[in-house]
């Protein structure tokens, strides 16, 4: 059977379509200002990549912030299940998961059978999350996937006086402005990150496997800082692209809603 | 539902206000729970809780208090600067917490760069922060303090007779408010969360005997409902003071009940009767309300109030605890973090939210979080 799982996010919209627990294809796309434009391109494409039609998927789960609003999506179900559902399916050991998401930064944990026990997130605030890092990409010239590459060449991070996004673009025209070199501006925007990330995640309480999903996840410099701040190894996501998580959980509970679950 | 209740919380400036006011009335208000009403009701006064409800921003109260504190006091501010509680012949200011301490200097400020904003009589009401026999009698003298300066300034005699008739009353709807309270809590409740927020909110808004009445006639009303709520999962709303509405409306939705709460303007406000028969009534209202006003401002207070909670959950059978605070509220942010760890360690699941005090905004966010959190309660009824 054929399901599909949309995620759309408020940077990023991401879908799946999946047939017997294998990913068919997949898709990920800029978010469009109406989240129902933005849906049925990325499921169209995704569709497409799965060489599949529209019409044969039989079950469809809606999520991210414009879940409510997804005309074609059979139920909607929360980011924080789905983003539980897809990194149990792609580290099938993990019990607490890190998403740093477009507007969003989350912990969940989950239970042996991979239900959500609890969760926490960030309030009204950019501080630890992908914008964040946006921002600080452009104010630095370089594109957010460099970010990471340019941090681990870091030798003399800075250090960011303030996780907030405002007061923190001061920081970093300063150290511009005095001539420090990008790594090291970088490095310390990542640092930053993770030390919003782990107070976030120490909040929750810790339970072995870590592991990272959400765009965020591949930015290297990121991951060693986390690792570092919270003193522990993330298990790496080789299954699938990470920022597909919640898209993929969704397909998964789509799946599940069908009978043919596959854990 | 009676329509006129749910006006006289929604509406600051209303009916009963009007009314009261064209018959020569006057209205003190109050900014916390700690204030005894009776008091006012035994001077032939209108008590009057005053709010933020309504406030659409925040630019005079930012003026005077500054970004870092909590929303609720600007937001009273800001609604005065603005012309809103022009109907109140007096203030009465309780240092309930340090923001509301700070309201008092904020707006005898404001006073002086805006006329007309601060009214004739401005007390400020001190409450102690421990229950103890000598926090009593000092509690007592400050009542004692606040009962000759209205009688002073508003040329009243507050006789101990009067008091004894306010005590009765106010009682009277204590006990109503617990049978609404009762009945919130029943398997298939007849109301639902925010209806019943209304409710209680509108007894701080209007006379206390009318109040009464209408109470009585909407209980009345609820018994006699024979389509109940059914099915949905069940909240309590605990924390900051939050006379919102819209959010337990939003928290509620079509998929849960806000069947029990320990909020300042909900259950919290109207526990416990004043002892009738102590032969002091002042006496009497300083035992109760420094005692009863359950609020985590009370040094050495959280394991009674931990109680409070459990028994409300096991009685309510609440499914899933909403843990709200106002940014910036020390007390109750700091004791949100206990109540989840200990009742989450009791198998009941909390989730804890912070919100500032104002217009519903950022519902996304929030309702990404809510559809989370039932979806957790679902699973646990799943596996129950």
């Known amino acids: 059977m054929i399901v599909g799982g949309c995620d759309v996010g408020s940077l990023t919209s991401k879908a799946v379509v999946m047939k017997d627990g294998k990913v068919l294809g997949s898709m990920l796309i800029k978010s469009k200002a109406r989240p129902g434009e933005s849906a049925e391109e990325v499921m169209n494409g995704a569709c497409a990549a799965a060489g599949v039609e529209r019409r044969e998927i039989m079950f469809c789960v809606g999520t991210g912030y414009g879940r409510d609003r ?14 539980g ?96 070199p990008l790594e090291d501006i970088a490095a310390g925007i990542n640092n930053a990150m993770a030390g919003r990330m782990a107070v976030l995640v120490n ?43 919640g898209a993929l959980g969704a397909a998964l509970i789509a799946m599940d809603k069908t009978a043919g679950g596959v854990k | 539902m009676n329509g006129r209740l749910i006006e006289a919380a929604e509406t600051l400036n209303n009916e009963f206000v009007r009314q009261w006011k064209e018959d020569g009335g006057r209205v003190v208000g109050y900014t916390c729970s700690y204030a005894p009403d009776e008091v006012f009701h035994a001077a032939g006064i209108l008590p009057y809780r005053i709010r933020g409800y309504g406030a659409q921003e925040t630019t005079i109260g930012d003026t005077y208090f500054g970004p870092f504190i909590c929303s609720l006091p600007k937001c009273m ?24 301490r700070r309201l008092d200097d904020c707006w005898r400020k404001a006073g ?46 507050i006789t101990v007779e009067a008091l004894r008739v306010a005590i009765a009353a106010y009682n009277r709807g204590r006990v109503l408010l617990e049978e609404l309270e009762r009945m919130r809590r029943l398997p298939e409740p007849p109301i639902a969360g925010a209806e019943a927020l209304s409710v209680v909110i509108a007894g701080s808004a209007m006379p206390r005997d009318a109040y009464n009445d209408l109470l009585e006639e909407c209980i009345l009303d609820l018994r006699a409902k024979t389509r109940c709520l059914q099915g949905r999962r069940r909240l309590m709303l605990v924390g900051s003071a939050s006379d919102d509405t819209a959010l337990v409306r939003f928290l509620e939705g079509d998929r849960a009940l806000v069947v029990a709460d320990n909020l300042c303007f909900g259950a919290r406000f109207h526990n416990d009767r004043v002892d009738d028969g102590v032969l ?92 989370a959190f039932l979806e957790r309660i679902d699973g646990k009824r799943r596996t129950a």
Request: glycine share 10%; proline share 3%; hydrophobic share 40%.
């Open chain 1, 70 to 83: 997804i005309g074609f999506v059979n139920e909607a179900v929360s980011e924080i299940a789905c983003h």
């Open chain 1, 85 to 180: 559902r897809g990194a149990r399916w792609m580290v099938p050991t993990a019990r607490t998961i890190i998403d740093i998401g477009g507007q969003d930064c989350k912990a969940i944990r989950l239970d042996a059978e991979g239900t959500v026990t609890k969760f926490v997130t960030n309030d009204k605030c950019a501080s630890g999350t992908g914008r964040f890092l946006e921002v600080m990409a452009r104010l630095l010239g370089v594109g957010l996937d460099e970010l990471g590459e340019l941090s681990v060449r870091s030798k003399n991070p800075v250090t960011l006086a303030n996780a907030c996004t405002v007061w923190a673009q001061a920081d970093v025209i300063q150290f511009l402005n005095d001539g420090v």
């Open chain 1, 203 to 245: 909040n929750l309480g810790i339970e072995n496997d870590v592991c990272m999903t959400g765009g965020v996840a591949k930015n290297r410099g990121v991951l060693a800082a986390i690792e570092k701040m919270l003193g522990l190894r993330l298990r790496a996501i080789r299954r699938h692209d990470p920022q597909l998580a």
């Open chain 2, 77 to 100: 501010l800001q609604l005065a600067g603005g012309g809103a509680f022009d109907f109140l012949d007096g203030v009465v200011i309780v240092p309930g917490c340090d923001s509301m």
């Open chain 2, 112 to 157: 002086e760069d805006m006329a007309g904003v601060v009214p004739p009589f401005f007390f400020h009401f001190a409450v102690p922060h421990k229950f103890a026999d000598y926090t009593v009698n000092w509690f007592e003298g400050e009542i004692r303090r606040l009962i000759e300066a209205v009688e002073r300034h508003f040329d009243v005699r």
């Open chain 2, 280 to 371: 002091d009534p002042v006496r009497a209202l300083a035992e109760r309300y420094l005692r009863r006003s359950d609020c985590p401002r009370m040094y050495g207070d959280y394991r009674r109030r931990l109680e409070i909670l459990t028994d409300a959950i096991q009685s309510a059978s609440v499914e899933g605890v909403i843990l709200q605070n106002i940014r910036f509220c020390d007390l109750h942010g700091a004791e949100n973090g206990l109540f989840e760890r200990d009742l989450e360690a009791r198998g009941i699941p909390c989730m804890r939210i912070e919100r500032e005090y104002g217009p519903l905004v950022e519902t996304g966010r929030l309702k990404m979080r809510l559809d």
